[in-house]
């Protein structure tokens, strides 16, 4: 199983390309006929939300990311490829040392893998050495018989070791050590690798020639590409990441620095590989947080080894013209949303327990554009959720057809995106665009999922977890902290963008008065509770309320006395001229100081006064003349209180 046999299949088909055109095309078509015409207007709410401020940083960012990609790519790497090239025809490192770690892997996949391995280490020259970090002892047969196939090199040795089936941490380590003991030079390399990564004729000497020309570098990693085992659909999946992945990374290669070095392939300084603290951390990197308290980490020995030449301040480099291919299945191929939901909880898992400390080491340390690189992977995963949380409220609430606006802005958007992606992948395909959708929604619910459990952990090949308690009942508390935590972030960006579209209203100046004004007489004696004066907020309320609208009172027994005027002199005006009672099984009683009644007449003229009680309807409404003009009162009952004031 080659690259050059299965590349080609490890894209979709032309059913599944053209399917997916057809489908597009007629949802497009549906979206442009539903769409309300003035949503194009710049004047239109639906318009600005689905531009959105938020939408705009994220796209301006994800722009900035694309325009340094295609300067690295064209200005930058291009001189660095030349100095190495010049570099590696007259040098060569002293010693090369490769950790292969593979874990019950196919033998037709292990054959593959060792067989490409072997052979370029053999036309490389240098002398190697390759610790095969196995599983299984027909492994052994299988590296054998590619050493026999390609005539025992002199220059190659192998050398096994069997791992212990707790992850590849403690595999990694023991390796390390051995190589260690070898006392490696500043010119020998070291390369970390997975036993299901196939590399190209000439990656050795395409990728470790840069190590040659810049004695500053510590680290770097390749470009990828796939060999899927699955469905059109998964194969599309894995190769927009390796697209999205080449963006990213050689962006940051602008930097000098990454945001992670990739465990299929990345090439290290021997002789930092094999420092004592570099070791010790890829063996037992841990976190101390305080709700976890301490945790090792199960999987993620890329982001601990990327983390320590951070820290300590050496160059990394990402290599966009050299390819390795891995041979990619999900845990559960006939499964494709459970599968890469599992396999993005253990990435970003990963992520979040080693970002936490690098943004700690500031931007001076690393920079200010990588720095802010990893402090957006922790906005992003909130901003990217406002989006479709906004869209469904308006659908909802406010005006259905505003899905179909949406809609088009998710089709227009992802692909721009996906034309992007492809000029710089080189190749394309429409099944990009809803998997763009799906990688970043999926992906921001996961990622503010985990941000909350990233002490749980789990590696699905190997069937082993990691992280929780031992004790039961410390575990069950951790979790429902867990989920206590997750809903008050999650109810509070809700809160605050229902307020935002205006889904839901702030209390204003009035509410609050009647708020307080009803908890004062909830707490007060029973007796006097009907005698405390309303005729404060319901001034402001007449103040406050727009020009020519209504004041709607509640249900239930509400006293006015002479706050209301002493508060209609502070204001000075009043803008509503309707006071509107709740009417009903439950009517609104207006009881009126024996002043104010003095001022509230009927429909035919008789003073509230003389009578004691009025009922105020719309066909017979009643007028209460303030000092600053008449006021009429509608749909309640008005009375004269017992209480002088």
């Known amino acids: 199983m080659s690259l050059n046999k299965h590349s080609k299949g490890s894209t979709a088909s032309r059913v599944t390309e053209v399917t997916t055109l057809l489908f597009m095309l007629s949802l497009l078509v549906v979206l442009l006929f539903e769409l309300p015409p003035e949503v194009f207007s710049p004047h239109s709410k639906s318009f600005i939300l689905a531009i959105g401020v938020v939408g705009a940083w994220r796209y301006s960012w994800w722009f900035t990311q694309a325009v340094r990609s295609v300067w690295f790519n064209r200005h930058v790497f291009p001189q660095l490829r030349q100095q190495a090239d010049a570099a590696g025809e007259t040098q060569r490192p002293d010693a090369l040392y490769v950790l292969c770690t593979s874990f019950r892997i196919e033998p037709e996949v292990s054959f593959s893998v060792y067989d490409a391995l072997i052979r370029e280490a053999r036309d490389y020259g240098v002398p190697t050495t390759i610790f095969a970090a196995i599983s299984d002892r027909s492994d052994v ?43 490696p030079s500043h010119r020998s390399l070291l390369i970390t690798m997975d036993g299901d990564i196939e590399i190209e004729p000439g990656t050795l000497s395409r990728s470790l020639s840069f190590f040659l020309s810049q004695e500053d570098l510590g680290a770097l990693t ?4 796939s060999i899927v085992n699955g469905g059109d659909v998964t194969k599309e999946w894995y190769d927009l990441r390796y697209a999205q992945r080449h963006l990213v990374m050689s962006s940051m290669a602008v930097s000098e620095r990454l945001l992670v070095l990739t465990g299929r392939y990345s090439a290290f300084r021997a002789e930092l590989a094999t420092n004592p603290d570099f070791i010790d951390l890829v063996e037992n990197d841990h976190v101390e947080h305080w709700r976890f308290g301490n945790f090792k980490f199960l999987s993620g020995d890329d982001k601990s ?10 160059k990394m480099l990402y290599i966009p013209d050299v390819y390795v291919a891995g041979f990619e299945e999900l845990p559960d191929k006939d499964r494709f949303f459970k599968s890469t939901i599992d396999l993005m909880r253990r990435w970003y898992g990963n992520m979040l327990r080693t970002s936490g400390r690098a943004i700690a080491l500031g931007p001076k340390r690393m920079g200010l554009f990588t720095w802010w690189s990893l402090v957006d992977q922790r906005l992003s995963m909130w901003t990217t959720l406002i989006g479709p949380t906004v869209a469904i409220m308006l659908t909802l609430f406010v005006r259905p057809s505003f899905i179909f606006a949406y ?39 996961l990622k503010t999922y985990v ?63 009647i708020m307080l004004d009803e908890s004062e007489q909830q707490f007060s004696d029973p007796e006097r509770s009907d005698a405390d004066d309303n005729g404060d907020w319901l001034a402001l309320a007449l103040a406050d309320a727009p020009e020519g609208g209504q004041v709607q009172l509640p249900a239930g027994s509400l006293y006015v006395g002479s706050q209301m005027t002493e508060k209609l002199f502070e204001l000075g005006e009043i803008r509503s001229s309707l006071i509107k009672g709740h009417g009903g099984e439950r009517p609104t009683v207006l009881r009126l100081s024996p002043a104010l009644a003095e001022g509230l007449y009927a429909h035919d003229g008789q003073a509230l006064a003389d009578n004691k009680r009025f009922s105020c309807s719309p066909q017979q409404p009643c007028e ?22």
Not at 222 to 225: A, F, G, K, L
Not at 305 to 314: A, R
Not at 408 to 430: E, K, M, N
């Open 141 to 183: 047969d299988v590296i054998d018989h590619v050493m026999a196939e390609n005539g025992w090199p002199k220059n190659v040795e192998v050398s096994y070791m069997f791992q212990k089936g707790d992850g590849k941490r403690s595999a990694m380590a023991e390796v390390l050590r051995a190589i260690s003991r070898r006392m």
């Open 222 to 225: 390749t470009n990828n590409r």
């Open 305 to 314: 080894t990327w983390y320590w030449l951070l820290k300590n301040g050496w």
């Open 407 to 445: 809609l088009l802005w998710i089709f227009f958007t992802r692909s721009v995106a996906t034309c992007v992606l492809a000029l710089q992948r080189g190749r394309v395909s429409l099944l990009w665009v809803p998997l763009l959708y799906y990688n970043q929604i999926g992906g921001a619910l």
């Open 451 to 513: 941000s909350f459990r990233f002490n749980r952990q789990s590696w699905s090949r190997q069937g082993i977890s990691a992280g929780e308690p031992d004790d039961p009942k410390a575990a069950k508390r951790q979790r429902r902290m867990g989920h206590f935590m997750h809903s008050v972030y999650l109810g509070t960006m809700l809160l605050c963008l229902a307020t935002f579209v205006g889904v839901i209203a702030p209390p204003d100046r009035v509410a609050l008065d």
């Open 624 to 645: 209460l003349e303030t000092m600053l003009g008449a006021v009429t009162l509608t749909d309640m009952e008005v009375r004269l209180a017992s209480r002088q004031d």
